[in-house]
């Protein structure tokens, strides 16, 4: 499915619903990048990009909201990212799409707080070695990048909490990670 199309993602998480049921947690963790200039930056390209991560995250959310107020509990959390709170050139759709998810954040933890829903972003916190990143950065910014899957504890353990633990919030996820390797260690 295409995240950027409102219809096909609305239809396709009605249909994991319909099949599945409501779940316990929502990670949205896909996301466009392209670097480049405001000066080039076609709106189709802006589009699709704030689409993927903005949209997307609204209609997921959206989508799973009920079931989870009606269980009075759920954990929604969404991949930012470090060009929500400072931005980098080039990134004329992919950081304003970051700041609004963090937004997007921000409110519905207020309105899920009373329903025990943890609404929370997550930051990788560090380099992270995907296909995404390696097009994007030099051999010299690849150097200490680690694999996603150093940081899946994080999001296994911030899909389990609920609102009484924290909401509102954002987390690294390479800090979170690690702090969780040294105590079980």
């Known amino acids: 499915m295409d995240l950027a199309d409102a219809d096909a993602t609305a239809q396709t998480v009605q249909h994991a619903l319909d099949h599945y049921g409501p779940p316990r947690a929502l990670i949205h963790n896909a996301a466009v990048l392209k670097e480049v200039a405001m000066t080039d930056v076609t709106f189709e390209n802006w589009r699709r990009e704030v689409d993927v991560i903005l949209q997307a995250a609204f209609i997921l959310s959206q989508a799973v909201w009920p079931g989870m107020v009606l269980a009075r509990k759920g954990s929604i959390l969404y991949l930012s990212s470090g060009s929500a709170g400072r931005g980098f050139v080039k990134e004329t759709a992919y950081t304003p799409g970051k700041h609004g998810q963090e937004g997007l954040m921000r409110v519905l933890a207020l309105e899920g707080r009373d329903f025990n829903i943890a609404v929370n972003t997550i930051t990788p916190g560090v380099g992270i070695d995907t ?30 909490v609920d609102a009484s633990f924290a909401t509102g919030q954002c987390f690294n996820a390479f800090q979170l990670s690690e702090a969780m390797r040294s105590a079980t260690a």
Do not use: I, N
């Open 131 to 160: 296909p995404m990143s390696a097009s994007h950065y030099t051999a010299e910014m690849r150097v200490g990048m680690v694999h996603p899957s150093r940081l899946a504890p994080a999001f296994v353990f911030l899909s389990g």
